[in-house]
């Protein structure tokens, strides 16, 4: 089928209105009629290559919150009307030992990303949310839950698995301490999830510039790093630190915060980091570790959680046409919290 979206055709383009055809509805598809989808910065980071390997012309988005318009033959979970979210991946091989623990992230074989990744079938690629319609494999496609605000679904696709993932991976229960480094599209998540759990939450910030953000939020505590005694202090603090410093940064600074055998879980930073030194990881048994979004079922899980708990993302609602606006904004970290695209915008887009 024809459908609309919005695609960059190099790494300097802007991206502009764009048709293109989405595949025939196979056997397993869950057709959806796309109503938001989240801007991730990943989009920007993807769109400019900064990551290597992305193919043009490029529609982004793999935040994706919509009503399904159809099903194959095949398909037993969804009917036409549910409304349902699409995440990061749209596919895996689905035999490989990762993917029966129902780790398809970690597919043997690769994950398909839900955006410039491989169809397994035709060799395409994949083209996401920033557009009308998208065709997913059933078992790739999520419930949302009644309770949810549709509109601020979307960013739970990443942001909040994302976070949720290692929390719950490195045990983080009632009682637990959390430290979150940064308070943006990642760091307001892993703190609001966080309190859900039932921990007690410190942000750590450069500045005092978002203490007051953090404690509206629920965070407990706000500790300013670049405060040498406050961060003496803070020493042995921490069972978990969730840090989403996006950028390039030595680890060395934060480790002592941790608690004897306490992680600290990257998030933010795709790419190098500078040369750490291992004595306060010695000294306290501390570990660095990373976390990459999560399965399905627990994509699901975080869903659910998300309702039984009211948790969802600070969101700043944009129309289509102003993703370049975005882009910059999202560049300079100038958004409170994520960015929404409102998909009812694109067929007047321009």
Known sequence: MNTIGYAAESATAAL?????????????????DIQYCGVCHSDLHTVRNDWG?????????????GKVTDVGSDVTKYKVGDIVAVGCMVDSCQQCDQCHKGEEQFCREGMVG??????????????????????????FVLSVPDSLDTSRVAPLLCAGITTYSPLKH????????????GLGGLGHMALKIAKAMGASVTVLGRSDEKKEDARALGADEYLISTNDDAM????????VIINTIPVKHDVTPYMPLLDIDGSMVIVGQVGPLQEPSTVP???GRRQVGGSLIGGIAETQEMLDF??????????????????NDAFDRLEKADVHYRFVIDMSSLSTAS
């Open 53 to 65: 390997g992305t193919t043009y012309p490029i529609v982004p988005g793999h935040e994706i919150v």
């Open 281 to 283: 990881m010695l000294m």
């Open 306 to 323: 998300c309702a039984e708990h009211n948790v969802l993302p600070e969101c700043e609602m944009i129309a289509m046409q102003d993703i």
């Open 114 to 139: 839900t955006y410039s990744g491989t169809d397994r079938i035709t060799g395409e690629s994949t083209k996401g949310g920033y557009s009308k319609h998208i065709r997913v494999r059933e078992e």
């Open 16 to 32: 502009a209105p764009y048709s293109f055809e989405r595949r025939d509805l196979r056997s397993n598809d869950v057709a959806i």
């Open 232 to 239: 003496e202090k803070a020493r042995n603090s921490f069972d």
């Open 170 to 181: 490195w045990g983080v229960k009632a009682g637990s301490r959390v430290g979150v480094i």
